[in-house]
C-alpha cells in the first residue's frame, strides 16, 4: 500500500512536470512532445524566472507541496528520514533534467525550490518524532 502511494504520487508529478505546459494540463489536455536533442545548459539559466508566465509563484508553491508530499510517503515508505529526504532530493534533480527532453524549463533552482518542501516535510516529521517522545514522558510522570 506505501509503495502504490509512493509510485502514485510519482506518476503525478511525472505528469505535471513534462506535459508540453501547465495551460494544457489545466485545460484537460495531457501532452508530451519529445525533444531527443536537449540543451543541458538551460539547467543552469537563473534570470528566467519572471519570464516563464504570470503564475510563476503559483507554480512554485506547487513544487515545495509536490516534493513535500513526496518526501513525506518516501519516509512513510521506507521509514528512514534521512535517506527519504536525500532521495526526494534526487528525485527532484531528476525531474528538472526530464523536463528538457519534453520541451519543458528544467532548472536548478526549482531543485532548491524543491528542496524547500522536502525540508519543510523532514522538520515536520522530525517535530513530530520530538512531540511523541514529550508527550510520553509526560504522561509517564503522572504515573
Not at 62 to 87: E, N, Q, S
Not at 120 to 140: D, P, Q
Request: net charge positive; aromatic share 16%.
Amino acid at each position: 500500500m506505501r509503495l502504490f502511494a509512493v509510485i502514485l504520487w510519482a506518476l503525478v508529478l511525472f505528469i505535471f512536470t513534462c506535459n508540453i505546459s501547465l495551460h494544457a494540463l489545466l485545460n484537460d489536455k495531457i501532452l508530451f512532445i519529445i525533444n531527443p536533442h536537449p540543451k543541458y545548459r538551460d539547467l543552469f539559466i537563473y534570470l528566467d524566472y519572471n519570464l516563464v508566465h504570470p503564475y510563476w509563484i503559483i507554480v512554485k508553491l506547487g513544487h515545495v507541496i509536490g516534493f513535500a508530499i513526496m518526501d513525506f510517503l518516501l519516509f512513510w515508505w521506507t521509514r528512514k528520514r534521512t535517506y527519504a529526504a536525500l532521495l526526494t532530493i534526487t528525485l527532484a534533480l531528476l525531474t528538472e533534467i526530464l523536463q528538457l527532453f519534453f520541451n519543458r524549463d528544467g532548472r536548478i533552482y526549482d531543485v532548491v525550490i524543491d528542496s524547500v518542501g522536502i525540508l519543510i516535510s523532514y522538520y515536520a516529521s522530525k517535530l513530530h518524532k520530538t512531540i511523541k517522545i514529550i508527550s510520553k514522558e509526560l504522561n509517564l510522570g503522572k504515573r
